[in-house]
């Protein structure tokens, strides 16, 4: 460990050792990491992933943490936060890296007198998770506005932009998150706006308002489960199991909204596990649907 972690040093002198995970995780949740990056320049990506897999490590890239779920254990590998934020604005698109955070898109299109972002008021997470899993809310999903993206796949560690119809989106997930391909850039369609700046601020704030109302604050990374259909959000289905306001250790379903799972403070990976496990045995019991994770559950 100790010749890897001095080769490391030398060819990536910003590597950090032993850095805990829940610092970056809005569940607050997660032990440290073996070996963690703070990814600046996303042209330093192939570098950082032929050297893990030359050296048997395993990796893991993320860039909000809005979504994951960390072990309370860490992360036996390198794990590598996407933090390039270069965006550019041409004629009615917006150019954004992989690290830039929603809210940051949303600002910059505002600015430039673009409108079709709006929508998203409030949405968490970054332009890389929100292209890898077709993210979305208020009826606007990445896959309405993303033109193209440039990925990095690991495997041949080849650079290759595709467009949208390559992705092939579906509710909260695409080709990538099972092909393992990483978005390094996003290009997004908008339009020019045809009302003020300030009266797309106006209705951005209202949006980001009304969102706010509708979910209770605290450390959890938003919706846990995907929604069945449209009918019958998880939520809804948690609500009427009776389990709004159930708590396992320091994790608890939140009595506001039954798909809000929130570390009341306390909270460890093996609570947050069993409250999740437990409500999916008692809605399969109950109605019959199998809930499935829209969090990433991220293993030692």
Known sequence: MTDLKTTFKAKFPDII???PLARYSTFRIGGPADYFYRLKDSALLPDLINFAKEHSLKYFLFGGGSNILFHDDGFRGLVIH?????LEIKDDQVIADAGVSIPQLIKAAI???????EKWGGLPGTVGGAVRGNAGCNGLETKDILVEAKLFNPQTSQLHTENNSF??????SSTIKKTGEIVLQAVFQLRKSEISIDEQKKLL????RERASKQPPGSSCGSFFKNPSPETPSGKLI???????????GAQISEKHGNFFMNTGSATFADMLAL???????VKSKFGIALEEEIQIVQP
């Not at 992705?167 to 909260?172: D, G, V």
């Open 17 to 19: 050792f032993a850095e």
């Open 82 to 86: 996407l933090e390039s934020s270069k």
């Open 111 to 117: 600015e430039s007198h673009l409108f079709g972002l």
């Open 167 to 172: 992705f092939n989106f579906s509710y909260r």
């Open 205 to 208: 704030a209202e949006i980001t």
């Open 239 to 249: 609500d009427q199991a009776g389990l709004k306001g159930t708590k396992i250790g």
């Open 276 to 282: 999740a496990e437990l409500a999916k045995k008692e």
